[in-house]
Structure formats: structure tokens, C-alpha cells
């Protein structure tokens, strides 16, 4: 029986994730959260300033343990963790809320797919009243993992 289904999956052309994966093509099924990770390490990366955390908001909401768990030993939270602090009446700064140390919120919006082997998440950083950007993250399979190739700013503070 077994036999039997290999020889149709061949027939229609059908390859296993494994083969795929083995001739460098995008997963059938793509995983937003591996999608998600490339992102936030892109972010974490770039990040020049000094964070004692970095709270992550996707589409709006806290981000889910199973993406926040990929970041462990670093201090990668929900964006509920982080809160806005203002300062002389109206310079505001992102602080962690158990520590009150300076952190950055990163948030990432909803994938889109103009390709199975690539994909554009809109999103950016808030550290502050005059520290934020949002723009585009251009991110595609290289053959093993998705990454982010380019970022593309539409607004920075």
C-alpha cells in the first residue's frame, strides 16, 4: 500500500518536504512564526541602542509564547511588558515595566506572500518620542530558512 501511494505522489509530480527541503524550496506550507523569526532577528540585529529588552507586538498583540520562546537567553517579551513612559511632560521613552530600564517594542503586521519563496511584513520599532521607524521587511528563502533582505523605511524619528 505503501508502494502504491509513493508511485502516485511520483506520478503527479508531488515532492516530500523532506525533498524539498533538499533541493532548497520553500516549504509547501510556509510557517508564519518562522516568517515572524527572521523579522525579529533581523530587528534584534540592527538594533544600535541599548535595550534591556526588546518587547515584540505582532498584528496588534502580544506575541505568542511559541515565537518568544525561539529568542531565549535574550530578554524577548510580549509588547505588554514594555510601557510608554513620558518625560518632562512631553518626550516620551519605552521603558521595561519590571525593570523600568529603557527597551524597544518591535511589531510586525500581517504576511503577505507575493511569491511561495518570498514574503513582505510591515512593521518597525518605538523606542521613544523621537526614536521610531515603520516601513517593510522584505524576507525570503535562501534554501534552509527564511531571512530578511531588505528593509524598506516609509516614516523614521
Known sequence: MALLLVLCAR?????SPAAQAAAGEPPQHPSPTD????????QVKTWE???DSYCVEV???????????????????????CRKQTTNRVLMR??????????VIFDMG?????????AEVDGGYLCGSECMAGGTY??????S????????????S
Open 110 to 118: 500581517e504576511i503577505r506572500w507575493p511569491k511561495r519563496s518570498e
Open 94 to 103: 519605552v521603558v521595561d515595566r519590571v525593570t523600568g530600564k529603557m527597551s
Open 49 to 51: 541602542l541599548a535595550a
Open 145 to 156: 530558512q527564511w531571512v530578511v533582505t531588505k528593509f524598506d523605511v516609509r516614516v523614521q
Open 11 to 15: 506520478s503527479l509530480g508531488q515532492t
Open 59 to 81: 498584528n496588534g498583540k502580544d506575541a505568542d509564547a511559541a515565537l518568544l520562546e525561539r529568542f531565549k537567553p535574550l530578554r524577548v517579551k510580549g509588547a505588554s511588558a
Open 35 to 42: 516568517v515572524y523569526q527572521a523579522v525579529l532577528r533581523y
Open 138 to 143: 522584505h524576507v525570503a528563502w535562501d534554501g
